[in-house]
């Protein structure tokens, strides 16, 4: 069977992928870090309004909506360049962090994340039994007890 292909297609569907639709907005940029003992996740919403703001966890998935409203359309508009309606983005995070202890905060158009490292993936002291006869037991810290078994 021929099949015609059309060579623009795929270049519209990328294109409204990374700009999105008047349906379906460009996903919202994020930055993520590590500071100490959790996880910073910052998204970039300006103009939105923080009651239109949601953000849910199933599981180890973060989900954060938000919504700018569709123009007035008794609005005369000179320009509008602005991308309207709902914003969507997932987050896939590992077991290592306390997703029952996320934090969230809005402010100047910023929607910020705190997530904490859950004590069972942070840096911790191991003892290790020397065998000698000695009652002192020397720690070894785990980080670098990996430097030394993968040196």
Not at 38 to 65: A, H, K, W, Y
Not at 97 to 116: C, H, M, N, Q, W
Request: hydrophobic share 40%; charged share 35%; no cysteine.
């Amino acid at each position: 069977m021929l099949m015609r292909t059309d060579p623009f297609r795929e270049l519209d569907r990328f294109a409204q992928q990374v700009l999105g639709t008047a349906a379906r907005p460009a996903v919202m940029p994020m930055d993520a870090w590590r500071e100490d003992d959790e996880f910073i996740v910052e998204f970039d919403l300006p103009g939105i309004q923080d009651d239109s703001l949601d953000l849910d966890i199933e599981r180890n998935v973060v989900t954060v909506r938000a919504e700018r409203p569709t123009v007035d359309p008794n609005r005369d508009m000179l320009a509008a360049e602005r991308p309207r309606g709902v914003f969507s983005r997932q987050l896939v995070l590992g077991d290592n962090l306390e997703t029952d202890k996320i934090e969230a905060s809005y402010r100047e158009g910023v929607l910020r994340l705190r997530i904490p490292v859950a004590e069972r993936a942070k840096p911790r002291k191991i003892t290790i039994d020397r065998g000698d006869g000695h009652n002192g037991h020397k720690a070894l810290d785990e980080k670098a007890a990996h430097e030394v078994i993968n040196a």
